[in-house]
C-alpha cells in the first residue's frame, strides 16, 4: 500500500504540485519574446528605406536590448597615403568578421552593462569581433576601426540608438516592449538575426530571436542575377544605362540652360 512521506500527508503533495505548476507557468510567462512585423522587406527600383516594428516582452523591472545583426564577412579597403606629394593607394587593408548591418536598440537611455563581465552588444563589442590584416600595423588597428565605424556609421549601415524602445508597465507577469527598427537605403539583401535581450541587476536573463530577411525584388534583383550570372551582359547593360542617363540629363539641362 502506498502512503506519503510523514509530515505531508496526500493534501501537501498537491499544494506543492499546484505550487511548483504555478511558479513554472510564471516563469514561462515571464521568459523575453520577440516578433517583428513584417519580417520580410522588399528592396525594389524607389526603396529608400524601411522601418519594421519590433513586440517583445520582457520580466518586470528589466531593461531591455535589441540587435540586428547581419552575417559576417571580409571586407577589402585601399589604404591611402602621400608618395612623392601626391595622394595614391599605399596597400589594400582586409577587415575580417565584418556583419553587414548591426543596428542596437535599448529602452534606456545609457547603454545597459553587465556586472563583473564584458557588455556583449554595442560598438566596444563589435571592435572585440572585428580584426584588420594586410597593410596596418598592431598599433593602428583602434584608430582603422574608428575610421571603418565612421564610415558605415555615415551610411547608417552601423546605429546605436539608446532610449528608443518603450516599455509599458507589468501587466500578468510581464512587460511589453515596442521599438522601431530603421532600415538604411542601403541595407544589403541578406536574412537577419533580431536578439531582444533583458537586463536585470546587471544579470544576462535568457535571450530571444526572429528572423528578419530583406530581398530584391524588381529590376534590381534582375540586375543582381545578371552581375552573378552573366557578368559580361551585366558590364554591357551598366554602360548603355550610363550613356542613356548621362544623355537624358544632358537634355534637361540643355533645356534649363535655354530658357
Do not use: C
Not at 606629394?85 to 577587415?95: D, F, K, P, T
Not at 538604411?184 to 531582444?196: D, E, I, M
Amino acid at each position: 500500500m502506498l502512503r506519503p512521506s510523514s509530515g505531508w500527508g496526500w493534501p501537501g503533495v498537491v499544494l506543492v504540485f499546484v505550487l511548483a505548476l504555478g511558479l513554472s507557468g510564471r516563469a514561462v510567462a515571464a521568459a523575453p519574446e520577440v516578433r517583428i512585423i513584417p519580417n520580410e522587406v522588399e528592396i525594389g527600383s524607389f526603396f529608400e528605406g524601411a522601418q519594421v516594428e519590433l513586440q517583445g516582452t520582457i520580466p518586470p523591472g528589466a531593461a531591455a536590448v535589441v540587435e540586428v545583426l547581419g552575417s559576417t564577412a571580409t571586407e577589402e579597403l585601399l589604404r591611402k597615403g602621400r608618395r612623392g606629394g601626391l595622394w595614391m593607394s599605399v596597400g589594400e587593408i582586409r577587415v575580417h568578421n565584418v556583419p553587414s548591418l548591426y543596428l542596437m536598440e535599448s529602452s534606456s537611455p545609457e547603454i545597459p552593462v553587465l556586472t563583473g563581465k564584458e557588455t556583449p552588444w554595442g560598438f566596444a563589442a563589435l571592435q572585440r569581433e572585428v580584426k584588420f590584416s594586410g597593410s596596418i600595423e598592431a598599433g593602428e588597428q583602434a584608430k582603422f576601426f574608428q575610421d571603418f565605424l565612421e564610415l558605415k556609421k555615415h551610411e547608417q549601415i552601423y546605429r546605436i540608438l539608446p532610449g528608443s524602445l518603450k516599455v509599458s508597465a507589468a501587466q500578468e507577469g510581464v512587460s511589453a516592449v515596442r521599438g522601431i527598427i530603421p532600415l538604411p537605403a542601403k541595407v544589403p539583401p541578406g536574412k537577419y538575426q533580431v536578439r531582444l535581450s533583458a537586463i536585470q541587476d546587471g544579470r544576462l536573463l535568457p535571450q530571444k530571436e526572429a528572423r528578419l530577411e530583406v530581398r530584391m525584388v524588381g529590376f534590381p534583383a534582375m540586375l543582381a542575377d545578371l552581375a552573378h550570372q552573366q557578368g559580361a551582359l551585366y558590364g554591357i547593360l551598366a554602360v548603355v544605362i550610363a550613356i542613356v542617363t548621362g544623355f537624358v540629363m544632358g537634355l534637361l539641362f540643355k533645356g534649363k540652360a535655354e530658357h
